[in-house]
């Protein structure tokens, strides 16, 4: 049984390997691949996940609205002066929550969001840590690719 299964994997990694040259084909040319990869723990695959399922950044008005869209903000129960925090919300794309925890599992170890895990994970837990990390670095995502955005709408304008 373990040699039907091995030589099943075997016959898949052909197919795997055409799909991550197309993957890898379709993100080298573009901008917004580049601009993403900069961000610690975010790789192509994670920026190509990132790009299709936020797809166009500007119906997003903040990062605040984004990271809601994605379930990456807490649920909130209030009735006058008590207020209530719990989980994430989960509703959105759950890929994008999954890719963005991965990719937050190795920016947690960077520099830039070493002081902010270790504060969290120290006051709420690991994971809770990890999740605000993935909020910390949609939003960063989010301001990466509306800055890009705005550079190509400058690029398509008339000069007056």
């Not at 719990?86 to 920016?107: D, F, M, P, V, Y």
Request: hydrophobic share 45%; net charge positive.
């Amino acid at each position: 049984m373990v040699d039907d299964l091995l030589h099943v994997m075997d016959a898949l990694q052909v197919p795997i390997d055409a799909l991550d040259k197309q993957l890898t084909a379709c993100a080298r040319g573009d901008p917004a691949v580049k601009a993403l990869t900069t961000l610690p723990g975010v790789g192509t695959l994670t920026a190509l996940v990132i790009i299709t399922e936020v797809g166009d950044i500007t119906r997003f008005p903040s990062a605040r609205k984004l990271a809601a869209w994605a379930g990456l903000t807490p649920t909130v129960r209030a009735s006058d002066l008590t207020v209530h925090q719990g989980h994430i919300s989960k509703q959105g794309s759950a890929w994008l929550r999954w890719i963005l925890c991965e990719a937050a599992q190795t920016a947690k170890r960077s520099p830039a969001f070493a002081d902010t895990y270790q504060a969290i994970a120290a006051r709420r837990g690991k994971p809770i840590a990890t999740t605000a990390i993935a909020r910390k670095l949609l939003t960063r995502a989010f301001h990466l690719l509306r800055a890009l955005r705005a550079d190509q709408d400058q690029r398509k304008r008339p000069p007056r």
